[in-house]
């Protein structure tokens, strides 16, 4: 799959350069991406979720949680497996029972654990939820002493950076280092050895001292990426200067709200290096930008929300599957929108990931992907 975007860069390089992306172009377009081991190589944050099993009630009430594994880099990992992709992660767990627990899920839902590795000293981390729907979720992570933000260069090295066709990484990976220096030398490998680069933003403000520095750091590695994923509000907050602009409702840390000129701030970051930016807008499904092109609404499908958690990974997941299977933009990001609909009507987030054969069940009774 080449879009025309990229053709056009290609023929405003200079000859060398020019050369480097045809080998890039040829590889993107079935050859060298069909001879890869994985489909996906993600990178990020994993953790144990606690969620609520009172549905409805205040925080402050909560009588009972459900354990699972989340982490937005991990839950669409775990997506594109149940999908039938060839998923591998590169996240960091302690050494400690709840480090097991995420292990042990993954093997499980048999997505590759080789690449991850255990930081003496460390914590897995934690994120509990609360859940009173149609959308009040608030959050809280325990993220201090965390592993996976241990995640360094030689965890990189060791990982499979050229054996995947995507790698896909969270902008979460950039609050802190070593794993905002890895991450960044992760995305420059996976460019340099023909994969697709895929950003999903994951704007989590309280992951950073200033939310500013959110979109300060990652527009640094614009360059490197290939496709952006992101709501309407992390987009904005990719471009956020004035403070004031943003605001957290009830601890909902997952859905802050950031206010600006959204199209501006597309056109922008499309001029930095993406090719492709697509804008998650909730119910009514996405848009996708390209340069010089008129944006592609994508509908969504309707249904009744119980959680929001792990829609947007969904989303991630039936997106990548598509791209990745060769589909046109509109097709693979329906299939996304589907599978976000069904994770918003269940209660967790790796967990309610969706089968194939669930997707296609759910699509048929809707009308289908076209």
Same mark, same amino acid.
């Given at each position: 799959?080449?879009?025309?975007?990229?053709? !056009?860069?290609?023929?405003?390089?200079?000859?060398?350069? /020019?050369?480097?992306?045809?080998? =890039?172009?040829?590889?993107? #377009?079935?050859?060298?991406?069909?001879?890869?081991?994985?489909?996906? +190589?993600?990178?990020?944050?994993?953790?144990?979720?606690?969620?609520?099993?009172?549905?409805?009630?205040?925080?402050?009430?909560?009588?009972?949680?459900?354990?699972? %594994?989340?982490?937005?880099?991990?839950?669409?990992?775990?997506?594109?497996?149940?999908?039938?992709?060839?998923?591998?992660?590169?996240?960091?767990?302690?050494?400690?029972?709840?480090?097991?627990?995420?292990?042990? $899920?993954?093997?499980? &839902? !048999?997505?590759?654990?080789?690449?991850?590795?255990?930081?003496?000293?460390?914590?897995?981390?934690? %994120?509990?939820?609360?859940?009173?729907?149609?959308?009040?979720?608030?959050?809280? $992570?325990?993220?201090? #002493?965390?592993?996976?933000?241990?995640?360094?260069?030689?965890?990189?090295?060791?990982?499979?950076?050229?054996?995947?066709?995507?790698?896909?990484?969270?902008?979460?990976?950039?609050?802190?280092?070593?794993?905002?220096?890895?991450?960044?030398?992760?995305?420059? +490998?996976?460019?340099?050895?023909?994969?697709?680069?895929?950003?999903? /933003?994951?704007?989590?403000?309280?992951?950073?001292?200033?939310?500013? $520095?959110?979109?300060?750091?990652?527009?640094?590695?614009?360059?490197?990426?290939? =496709?952006?994923?992101?709501? &309407?509000?992390?987009? #904005?907050?990719?471009?956020?200067?004035?403070?004031?602009?943003?605001?957290?409702?009830?601890?909902?840390?997952?859905?802050?709200?950031?206010?600006?000129?959204?199209?501006?701030?597309?056109?922008?970051? +499309?001029?930095?290096?993406?090719?492709?930016?697509? &804008?998650?807008?909730?119910?009514?499904?996405?848009?996708?930008?390209?340069?010089? &092109?008129?944006?592609?609404?994508?509908?969504?499908?309707?249904?009744?929300?119980?959680?929001? +958690?792990?829609?947007?990974?969904?989303?991630?997941?039936?997106?990548?599957?598509?791209?990745?299977?060769?589909?046109?933009?509109?097709?693979?990001?329906?299939?996304?929108?589907?599978?976000?609909? =069904?994770?918003?009507?269940?209660?967790?987030?790796?967990?309610?990931?969706?089968?194939?054969?669930?997707?296609?069940?759910?699509?048929?009774?809707?009308?289908?992907?076209?």
């Amino acid at each position: 799959m080449v879009d025309s975007i990229w053709i !056009k860069r290609f023929f405003t390089s200079s000859p060398t350069k /020019l050369n480097m992306n045809i080998n =890039i172009i040829e590889e993107k #377009n079935g050859q060298g991406m069909n001879m890869k081991e994985f489909d996906v +190589l993600h990178m990020g944050r994993s953790c144990i979720d606690l969620y609520s099993n009172d549905i409805g009630t205040p925080f402050e009430s909560i009588t009972s949680f459900n354990a699972y %594994v989340g982490g937005s880099p991990t839950n669409m990992c775990v997506g594109g497996r149940r999908l039938g992709l060839k998923s591998t992660l590169l996240t960091a767990v302690g050494e400690d029972p709840v480090g097991d627990f995420v292990l042990n $899920y993954l093997k499980n &839902e !048999k997505v590759e654990t080789r690449y991850i590795s255990r930081k003496p000293g460390k914590r897995t981390s934690c %994120v509990i939820l609360g859940i009173e729907p149609p959308d009040r979720f608030p959050l809280v $992570y325990y993220r201090e #002493n965390c592993a996976d933000n241990e995640l360094d260069i030689d965890d990189v090295l060791a990982a499979p950076m050229t054996a995947a066709k995507v790698f896909e990484f969270a902008g979460t990976n950039l609050s802190n280092d070593p794993s905002r220096s890895a991450t960044i030398f992760a995305a420059d +490998l996976a460019k340099q050895n023909g994969a697709t680069v895929i950003l999903d /933003l994951d704007f989590r403000p309280d992951q950073w001292k200033d939310p500013r $520095y959110f979109g300060a750091t990652l527009r640094s590695v614009l360059f490197n990426v290939d =496709i952006i994923l992101g709501t &309407e509000d992390e987009i #904005n907050a990719l471009m956020l200067h004035d403070i004031s602009k943003m605001h957290v409702a009830h601890s909902q840390v997952s859905d802050a709200r950031v206010s600006g000129d959204t199209q501006k701030s597309i056109a922008k970051i +499309l001029s930095m290096g993406p090719s492709i930016v697509v &804008e998650k807008i909730g119910k009514k499904g996405c848009r996708i930008h390209r340069i010089g &092109e008129r944006p592609i609404e994508v509908s969504g499908y309707p249904v009744e929300v119980q959680n929001i +958690l792990g829609a947007g990974d969904a989303f991630g997941a039936g997106f990548l599957y598509g791209y990745i299977n060769g589909w046109n933009l509109y097709k693979a990001a329906r299939l996304g929108n589907a599978c976000g609909a =069904i994770v918003v009507t269940r209660h967790a987030c790796s967990f309610s990931m969706p089968t194939m054969e669930e997707v296609m069940a759910f699509v048929n009774q809707k009308g289908g992907l076209d």
